[in-house]
């Protein structure tokens, strides 16, 4: 093994000390992105990577920046982590991971005196739970924000909207809409570990995952469909207009065309996982004159997102608001590269789409190769269950330390 006690040792109290102090009282943590939760997660990153001899500050968007010397970041690095926050009552290791592992490969590449540049990111607001749009202080790198998006109320009962978040943390959020941070030119390469937030690793047991492309989304957080309400008792079913029982036919017809797309080849799912009526104006005896939903669909192709919406409208439904996130296919020389190192160093290992977004796709749109790597994780992602296991997670150091160093 590469890595060492030392590091197991650190990885398990950052991961224990960010755990305990991002806790929710009803379980799991909560990391609200440019919130307290994600920035006592900065900081407890920053106080490891500054006792370890590196430097550790924040970019103009708050992201937390690691490298072995003071001064500019250096032109042609490879820029390695993942992100800070989590989801209300999330799990530990989503982003969280990432970012500790950035912290062991940039210390192990100061110690092995390693000439590749290298730079560890912290990234903040990757989630789009809190303020409906995500990758925030990823795509705040590359300039591809907006005022639009600076004006985003976070979805918590304080509403107060994203500009005035980043101003409490002395960011200057009109700073990030006029340009990029860093030109795109200047970074060789991004890579980003990251717990597999599915059951496929464990189910085939293996510890690691190489990641060949990640899905996009295109999504209705606001939609609904409407019908006439009536009586529950007085009005016959041939002249009713149940909302519910057409949000029933709806759902059934886009399980049936998910179907026939499988069959074809395509690649995509969907999910409706908020719905329902209004209890201020429906009840047991009230014909329902509308259900809301959140329909969120994926895709390696984003047309396909797009056409599934695109069908729900035709059956229907008022999509409201749709939040569009373009899909990344990773390059093949990248992900080939680690399942090389995965071969070299006997990890078994499978080769896979990413069904979640990822900063990844950010930096691969911006025109930075980028690659991702796997950890296998239990019960699941986005809840408190949770349980990626330190060897594991070491290996999945390893192999992004021999992937990142091939030929330096």
Known sequence: MMFTTADRDLAED???CVATQTATPDGGVSRPSYGLGETIAWRIVAEAAIDLGLRAGPDSAGNLVI???DG??????TWVGSHLDSVPR?????????????????????DEKCVLPLVGLGLRGEESAWFGVPYLGSKAIFGKLDRQVLDRRRRTPDAEPLGAYME???IKPTRLIEGPIVDASQVAEFWELHIEQGPVLAAKGKPVGVV???RGNARAPNARVTGVAGHSGTTPHDLRQDAVVRFVEVMTKLEARRQTLAELGDDLVFTCGVVGTDPKRHSITTIADEVRFALDVRSLRDHH?????????????????????AAA????????????ACEQLKVDHEVMPSGAGHDAAVFQQAGVPSGMIFVRNEHGSHNPAEAMSTDDFLLGCEVLWRTITEGS
């Open 72 to 77: 500019p970041l250096p032109p042609g690095s």
């Open 67 to 69: 490298t072995r010397e």
């Open 212 to 214: 060949t492309g990640i």
């Open 168 to 170: 409490l943390l002395g």
């Open 14 to 16: 950052i991961f224990t």
């Open 329 to 340: 296919e990773l390059p093949p020389p990248m992900w080939q590269r680690a399942r090389r």
């Open 90 to 110: 999330g799990g530990n290791y989503d982003g969280l991971a990432g970012v500790v592992a950035a912290l062991l490969v940039v210390a192990k590449a100061r």
């Open 305 to 325: 997102a797009r056409g599934f919406l695109g069908y729900a409208e035709s059956l229907g439904v008022d999509l409201g608001e749709v939040v569009e996130t």
